[in-house]
């Protein structure tokens, strides 16, 4: 609704001057509402959607923004009457306007320390990942840690390296290197010293450190054994944290995301998006899950219950938990066998640290789940957990679980998702970098309910879709582009790999747009653009529905051109 501003005249006579100018108008663009209903479970649009014959055609020309709402909705002309002197006018140039972008599964502290570590992500050797230590060491004083990140642990599981070279090369420096997805870790001689971790170490439940024939480590450990490193190594806290994370949430509003969900939140991270906040630095919305491994930080909010301020850019209402490890490094909990690894199944829950108590504490407080799990049996058995809390709470049916990930899934199990209301949070970009090893951990039977989003979908399954960064690539379009076509930022394999698991754009986009706000319970606030929604935007170069239809080849070049958080300009890409 439009409000009119009234003035009072010299003469005493009340005049209407108009509508009140709008703060911001973006004009001149090919916008995508998203206010028309779901498509089906195939993927047909609903009746109304702005799509004919021709294909998709956007709704709307312009949009207005007063304060922190959408104001007006409508044609360029019409937005033009809101211009007034004060207003600041940002011509599209034909780019397309969607809701704002939902990451709506990220680790952002990690990206925010990765951005001052070793980059080691797409190195292929060991070779090369020691000469990058080897190179950043001569810059740092003997004694400090040289942390590194990227090596991909999926990828290097046939041959891991060991701590020799590294060792030799960078003697005088505690080295540790985390690997892609945070299931690996690599160090050298004198990180595992001062991690302590000797002959006689016993690695958490569900870790793994790999040793030679005398019962020496090697130099990499696995899965929850990186708790080991993760402990001994010197974390950012309190204004060098807050620093860090303020650079990778602006690298996040430059890449088109308004909001994040951030999957498992500890006690610093939190206290920094907070402070963040409360000084008007955050460039994007922060949707904090609460670490279950954060048991101090869980039982404090289990006492204090969920946050419910629809105004604050930080929410405090979920909790993210692990219940098994990850495919490529073979810690996922699988029903039979890994089929390139006879008599290895995996671990899941309690031996993998998930604390049934302390997450049906949780669910009773009233807070949102997001459980992960990877593997066919740890699937199932957190659908087992759930619907056993259900029969024990009813109350907690309505909370909105999540299960993150939900990569591999018994066909069984697949109907079981959507009868537990649960919504299923799913990477694309997982799909197409697995893709050259899945098959072999999982055979050709099993690789069939992976990353299965048609097959949720049609189940009638709620879907939301992200990168799990740091670990994937959290460009819009490559995960966009992944989602509708299953084939990598090199268009391989050219017919998609298990392509009958596509998504439309339409779904697609959805899954990073409106459909996340309903996990975090912000549906009839924000993820549509419509008058007095919060207003969340995104630009952007190619149209992701008329592409993504005609020409899905060309999306991987797509880039944002204006991110618009809570009406505020968070970026803008130069002309
Ligand atoms: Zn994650």
Not at 6 to 22: H, N, R
Not at 401 to 406: C, F, G, S, Y
Not at 497 to 502: F, G, H, M, N, V
């Given at each position: 609704?439009?409000?009119?501003l009234?003035?009072?005249?010299?003469?005493?006579?009340?005049?209407?001057?108009?509508?009140?100018?709008?703060d911001?108008?973006?004009?001149?663009?090919?916008?995508?509402?998203?206010?028309?209903p779901?498509?089906?479970?195939?993927?047909?649009?609903?009746?109304?959607?702005?799509?004919?014959?021709?294909?998709?055609?956007?709704?709307?020309?312009?949009?207005?923004?007063?304060?922190?709402?959408?104001?007006?909705?409508?044609?360029?002309?019409?937005?033009?009457?809101?211009?007034?002197?004060?207003?600041?006018?940002v011509d599209?140039?034909?780019?397309?306007?969607v809701?704002?972008?939902?990451?709506?599964h990220?680790?952002?502290?990690?990206?925010?320390?990765?951005?001052?570590?070793?980059?080691?992500?797409?190195?292929?050797t060991?070779?090369?990942?020691?000469a990058?230590?080897?190179?950043?060491?001569?810059?740092v004083?003997?004694?400090?840690?040289?942390?590194?990140?990227?090596w991909?642990?999926?990828?290097?599981?046939?041959?891991?390296?060991?701590m020799?070279?590294?060792?030799?090369?960078?003697?005088?420096?505690?080295?540790?290197?985390?690997?892609?997805?945070?299931?690996?870790?690599?160090?050298?001689?004198?990180?595992?010293?001062?991690a302590?971790?000797?002959?006689?170490?016993?690695?958490p439940?569900?870790g793994q450190?790999?040793?030679?024939?005398?019962?020496?480590?090697?130099?990499v450990v696995?899965?929850r054994a990186?708790e080991?490193?993760?402990?001994?190594?010197?974390?950012?806290?309190?204004?060098?944290?807050?620093?860090?994370?303020?650079?990778?949430?602006?690298?996040?509003?430059?890449?088109?995301?308004t909001?994040?969900?951030?999957?498992?939140t500890?006690s610093?991270?939190?206290?920094?998006?907070?402070a963040?906040?409360?000084?008007?630095?955050?460039?994007?919305?922060?949707y904090?899950?609460?670490?279950?491994?954060?048991?101090?930080?869980?039982?404090?909010?289990?006492?204090?219950?969920?946050?419910?301020?629809?105004?604050?850019?930080?929410q405090?209402?979920?909790?993210k938990?692990?219940?098994?490890?990850?495919?490529?490094?073979?810690?996922a909990?699988?029903?039979?066998?890994?089929?390139?690894?006879?008599?290895?199944?995996?671990?899941?829950?309690?031996?993998?640290?998930?604390?049934q108590?302390?997450?049906?504490?949780?669910?009773a407080?009233?807070f949102?789940?997001?459980?992960?799990?990877?593997?066919?049996?740890?699937?199932?058995?957190?659908?087992?957990?759930?619907e056993?809390?259900?029969?024990r709470?009813?109350r907690?049916?309505?909370?909105r679980?999540?299960?993150?990930?939900?990569?591999v899934?018994?066909?069984?199990?697949?109907?079981?998702?959507?009868?537990?209301?649960?919504?299923?949070?799913?990477?694309?970009p997982?799909?197409?970098?697995?893709?050259?090893?899945?098959?072999?951990?999982?055979?050709?039977?099993?690789?069939?309910?992976?990353?299965?989003?048609?097959?949720?979908?049609r189940?009638?399954?709620?879907?939301?879709?992200?990168?799990?960064l740091p670990g994937?690539?959290?460009?819009?379009?490559?995960?966009?582009?992944?989602?509708v076509?299953?084939?990598?930022?090199a268009?391989?394999?050219?017919g998609g790999?298990?392509?009958?698991?596509?998504l439309?754009?339409?779904?697609?986009?959805?899954?990073?747009?409106?459909?996340?706000?309903?996990?975090?319970?912000?549906?009839?606030?924000?993820?549509?653009?419509?008058?007095?929604?919060?207003?969340?935007?995104?630009?952007?170069?190619?149209?992701?529905?008329?592409?993504?239809?005609?020409?899905?080849?060309?999306?991987?070049?797509?880039?944002?051109?204006?991110?618009?958080?809570?009406?505020?300009?968070?970026?803008?890409r130069?002309?």
């Open positions: 609704m439009t409000r009119i009234w003035a009072i005249s010299t003469a005493g006579v009340i005049g209407c001057l108009g509508p009140e100018p709008a911001l108008v973006i004009t001149n663009a090919r916008v995508y509402t998203m206010t028309w779901d498509p089906d479970g195939e993927g047909q649009p609903a009746p109304g959607a702005p799509r004919d014959a021709t294909g998709w055609h956007p709704d709307a020309e312009a949009v207005a923004i007063r304060g922190t709402t959408v104001a007006f909705v409508g044609s360029a002309a019409q937005a033009q009457t809101l211009v007034g002197p004060k207003t600041t006018t599209l140039n034909g780019g397309t306007l809701p704002g972008l939902i990451d709506s990220t680790h952002v502290v990690e990206l925010s320390s990765n951005l001052s570590r070793v980059n080691l992500v797409g190195v292929t060991e070779a090369e990942a020691v990058k230590i080897a190179e950043r060491a001569a810059n004083s003997k004694g400090e840690w040289i942390i590194g990140y990227g991909d642990e999926g990828a290097w599981a046939t041959r891991y390296p060991t020799t070279i590294l060792t030799e090369r960078v003697p005088d420096h505690p080295v540790y290197l985390r690997s892609l997805h945070g299931f690996a870790g690599w160090g050298n001689r004198l990180a595992f010293e001062r302590g971790i000797t002959r006689s170490t016993v690695p439940t569900g450190i790999l040793r030679d024939a005398q019962g020496e480590a090697t130099g696995l899965n990186v080991l490193f993760d402990q001994a190594v010197p974390a950012a806290v309190g204004a060098e944290l807050e620093r860090q994370l303020a650079v990778a949430l602006d690298t996040m509003a430059g890449r088109g995301y909001a994040i969900h951030e999957a498992g500890y610093a991270g939190l206290a920094a998006f907070e963040l906040g409360r000084a008007g630095r955050l460039p994007v919305r922060v904090a899950m609460l670490s279950a491994r954060d048991t101090a930080l869980a039982r404090r909010w289990i006492a204090r219950g969920p946050r419910r301020d629809d105004s604050a850019m930080v405090v209402r979920s909790v938990a692990y219940y098994d490890g990850a495919l490529g490094s073979r810690g909990r699988l029903l039979e066998d890994y089929s390139d690894r006879p008599g290895h199944r995996g671990v899941s829950g309690g031996s993998y640290g998930f604390d108590g302390l997450v049906s504490d949780l669910m407080a009233g949102q789940v997001g459980i992960h799990a990877i593997g066919d049996a740890g699937n199932r058995e957190v659908l087992d957990f759930l056993s809390v259900y029969r709470l009813p907690t049916r309505d909370l679980h999540r299960i993150e990930h939900a990569q899934l018994h066909p069984d199990d697949i109907p079981r998702l959507s009868r537990a209301l649960l919504i299923a949070s799913m990477e694309p997982h799909a197409v970098e697995d893709m050259a090893w899945a098959e072999e951990r999982l055979g050709p039977e099993r690789v069939k309910g992976a990353y299965a989003w048609r097959s949720l979908r189940a009638g399954t709620r879907l939301i879709l992200n990168s799990d994937s690539d959290w460009d819009f379009f490559y995960g966009f582009h992944a989602a076509t299953r084939r990598d930022r268009l391989e394999p050219a790999w298990y392509p009958a698991e596509r439309t754009p339409e779904e697609a986009l959805r899954g990073y747009t409106v459909w996340p706000t309903y996990a975090s319970f912000s549906e009839g606030l924000s993820g549509t653009i419509a008058v007095g929604r919060q207003a969340d935007l995104t630009g952007l170069d190619l149209d992701p529905l008329a592409v993504g239809e005609r020409e899905p080849d060309r999306l991987v070049g797509g880039r944002p051109m204006l991110t618009v958080t809570a009406g505020r300009v968070v970026f803008r130069p002309r």
